[in-house]
């Protein structure tokens, strides 16, 4: 089949080089002239393990392109498949103008049927926006359908070539058709539904995620007040089929571009049908203060930040990705900045994209996991990247001014940590012995 795709961030930029490696031509179109310029010389402007090979093999095969021109890219599609971004406005709301604009764009090339597919995450109700849309531009036959993305970042193509499910949602068999056939060999969990569920099934899964991570969070809040390990408490939960063992990490909360703006949306677009969406609004306040957490701890074993100099080891909002978006890191960094300290930071892949989005002459940037650590007064784990973890501790106990670890990912062992000399404060689990429980248990 013959796919343009609109947008070339995550979403579209995977999808669009996924279906070429499906063996159909692909035309990937944005306005951002840099970005394009990028892909056409055979660079990739987001770091995503794996992406830039199938990007040149599929370029080379003549089935990838990528351009700026909507116009070139229209005439001879079967499939359009939007994936421009949804950002929050500040009502929390996502902001529907690039689709909006999108959509005309698509309305204005149209030339004969076509299944123009909505990928971004979208309220309920978008892709009839969009079928009204093109049909000002456009009266001849076209269908639009529902095909909400569930990839995460870093994982992405791993995500999309072997989904768990696809979801299509369609008001006509014929889109239905079309679409089906194209993600079957992907895989045979194809829900087929109406629109306006698919788009609702977007939202709610990453609702739900969220809620899982934020119930862990509490837990293991909890757990630190009573002596428990909240690893042998998800362990534990997690072997029960109905509850699932995947997204019980606790840590320092969610980030990224998905879960902190769908979260929002979602309880937005209860409200705008007067629900008050309770359990959701939790799920973000919980997720707001667990960050702070790290920094408790830090007072706690410093006793005053200020005039300190802490390290902190991963700015980017999980491992695996550049993407810094709604970092935890951010607030953390920033808020030990108001507290007077110097902060120290390294990230493997993401510092470039956090020193765009935040700098200050406090912070100073660190070419390694070591040289963080170096002086530092404690160090801060803010993403589990594999690096942390297989680091040699006693280098890092050497290399530290005082043996301070807040893990905000519970990445190390209790013992291993111990046996290097290092005073240790993770999440949710009993740490260092000055750190006892509130709780004794009789
Ligand atoms: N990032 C992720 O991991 C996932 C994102 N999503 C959803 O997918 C959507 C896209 O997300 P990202 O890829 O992260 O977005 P992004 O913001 O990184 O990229 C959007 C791209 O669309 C381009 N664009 C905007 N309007 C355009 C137009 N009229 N014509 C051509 N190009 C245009 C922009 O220049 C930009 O390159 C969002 O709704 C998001 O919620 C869904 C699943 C995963
Ligand atoms: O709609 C989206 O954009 C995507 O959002 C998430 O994907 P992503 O944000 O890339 O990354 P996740 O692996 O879900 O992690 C999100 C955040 O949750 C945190 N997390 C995740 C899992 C966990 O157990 N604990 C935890 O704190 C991560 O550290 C990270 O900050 C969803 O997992 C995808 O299915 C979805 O398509």
Redesign the pocket.
């Known amino acids: 089949m013959k796919i343009t795709v609109?947008?070339?961030?995550?979403?579209?930029?995977?999808s669009g080089i996924c279906y070429a490696e499906l063996g159909h031509d692909v035309y990937c179109?944005?306005?951002?002239a840099a970005?394009i310029n990028t892909l056409q010389s055979g660079g990739i402007?987001?770091y995503e393990p794996g992406l830039q090979r199938l990007s040149l093999k599929n370029m080379d095969a003549g089935r990838l392109r990528f351009t700026?021109a909507?116009a070139e890219a229209m005439p001879e599609a079967d499939i359009v498949i939007?994936?421009?971004?949804?950002?929050s406005l500040p009502s929390g709301e996502?902001d529907m103008s690039?689709?909006e604009?999108?959509a005309s764009?698509v309305g204005a090339a149209m030339n004969g049927y076509k299944v123009i597919c909505v990928?971004?995450?979208?309220p309920v109700g978008t892709n009839e926006r969009v079928g009204r849309i093109v049909r000002e531009r456009y009266d001849g036959p076209f269908d639009t359908a529902s095909l909400?993305?569930?990839?995460?970042?870093g994982t992405?193509v791993r995500d999309t070539l072997h989904p768990d499910r696809i979801v299509i949602g369609t008001d006509g068999s014929r889109a239905a058709r079309i679409l089906s056939d194209l993600h079957r060999p992907l895989t045979n969990q194809i829900v087929l539904t109406d629109i306006r569920s698919a788009e609702m099934i977007?939202y709610a899964s990453?609702a739900f995620l969220a809620t899982k991570i934020s119930f862990i969070n509490e837990i293991a809040n909890i757990c630190e007040k009573v002596g428990a390990d909240v690893i042998e408490v998800a362990k534990g939960m997690g072997l029960d089929n109905r509850i699932g063992g995947s997204f019980l990490r606790a840590g320092i909360g969610y980030g990224?571009?998905?879960f902190p703006?769908?979260t929002k949306a979602l309880i937005q677009i209860a409200g705008n049908v007067e629900y008050d969406f309770k359990l959701l609004k939790s799920v973000v306040e919980v997720n707001k203060q667990q960050r702070f957490g790290v920094l408790d701890k830090l007072g706690k074993a410093l006793g005053d930040v200020r005039g300190t100099t802490v390290g902190v080891w991963g700015l980017a909002f999980k491992p695996e990705t550049d993407?810094v978006?709604e970092a935890p890191a951010l607030e953390i960094i920033e808020q030990l900045i108001e507290s007077d300290a110097t902060v120290k930071v390294y990230d493997p892949i993401a510092m470039a994209n956090f020193k765009r989005t935040f700098d200050h002459p406090r912070i100073v940037w660190c070419d390694s996991a070591l040289d963080t650590a170096q002086d530092s007064d404690a160090l801060c784990l803010l993403t589990e990247w594999k690096e942390f973890a297989a680091i040699d501790l006693g280098a890092v106990r050497a290399a530290l001014a005082r043996p301070i670890l807040i893990d905000g990912r519970n990445v190390y062992d209790v013992q291993r940590v111990r046996e290097a000399g290092l005073h240790y404060y993770p999440v949710g689990r009993p740490g260092h012995e000055a750190y006892i429980p509130e709780l004794i248990l009789d």
């Open positions: 609109i947008g070339t961030g995550y979403v579209g930029l995977v179109v944005d306005k951002d970005k402007p987001i700026t909507l939007m994936a421009v971004g949804t950002p996502a690039y689709i604009a999108a764009e990928k971004s995450t979208v909400p993305e569930f990839l995460r970042e992405a977007k990453n990224g571009s998905c703006k769908d993407d978006r």
